[in-house]
T-cell receptor, first 114, second 113 residues
Framework: DAKTTQPPSMDCAEGRAANLPCNHS???????VYWYRQIHSQGPQYIIH???NNETNEMASLIITEDRKSSTLILPHATLRDTAVYYC???????????????FGQGTILTVHP | GAGVSQSPSNKVTEKGKDVELRCDPI?????LYWYRQSLGQGLEFLIY????????KSGLPSDRFSAERTGGSVSTLTIQRTQQEDSAVYLC???????????FGPGTRLTVT
């Protein structure tokens, strides 16, 4: 599986944008980049995913570099409730139309402070 | 609509006993996954069911672990002869087939004493 590298921790002030980087230099052409987060004692929560174009939804934006070797998750106006572990995952195609498991790394602990 | 549900939410068992954990996926989702998260550890893949295909069991840590999915819906993860190192939160997720997001349940916290 393509491996990802994330900083172990980041801080962000409430109301400011949180920009979480991820390196995935060995990504292959049909592998998607996914972002999940896990708030303490809860199951992981899907945030966003993309293949090569930038994506935006109600939670966040995903910026993928042209060579696809890195990406950035942007939370435009971080709140205290965004404090969580954020996981960047490259998802391998399992076969046919199936994409199979998610392989979670250690993620980035984002702390949003007042 | 209803999300992924898991039961029980907590389970305490004695070493050597068998346990069954249940997952009800989101209706219409053809793919179902089991993961576990041990204290202070990351999320670890266990097994993946996709439609009528043979399941991907590559993440099961030993032959004491097994899972089945009946009627393409509900799934049961069984751990036989539990050991203390099996203590963890067991998470189930489901999705549509393809590169779609997985939705996770709240998990079952298993404690083996």
């Amino acid at each position: 599986d393509a491996k990802t590298t994330q900083p172990p921790s980041m801080d962000c002030a409430e109301g400011r944008a949180a920009n979480l980087p991820c390196n995935h230099s060995t990504i292959s052409g049909n592998e998607y980049v996914y972002w999940y987060r896990q708030i303490h004692s809860q199951g992981p929560q899907y945030i966003i995913h993309g293949l090569k174009n930038n994506e935006t939804n109600e939670m966040a934006s995903l910026i993928i570099t042209e060579d696809r070797k890195s990406s950035t998750l942007i939370l435009p106006h971080a709140t205290l409730r965004d404090t969580a572990v954020y996981y960047c995952i490259v998802r391998v195609r399992a076969g046919g139309t199936s994409y199979g498991k998610l392989t979670f790394g250690q993620g980035t602990i984002l702390t949003v402070h007042p | 609509g209803a999300g992924v549900s898991q039961s029980p939410s907590n389970k305490v068992t004695e070493k050597g006993k068998d346990v069954e954990l249940r997952c009800d996926p989101i209706s219409g989702h053809t793919a179902l996954y089991w993961y576990r998260q041990s204290l202070g550890q990351g999320l670890e893949f266990l097994i993946y069911f996709q439609g009528n295909s043979a399941p991907d069991k590559s993440g099961l840590p030993s032959d004491r672990f097994s899972a089945e999915r009946t009627g393409g819906s509900v799934s049961t993860l069984t751990i036989q002869r539990t050991q203390q190192e099996d203590s963890a939160v067991y998470l189930c997720a489901s999705s549509y087939d393809g590169p779609y997001e997985q939705y996770f349940g709240p998990g079952t916290r298993l404690t083996v004493t």
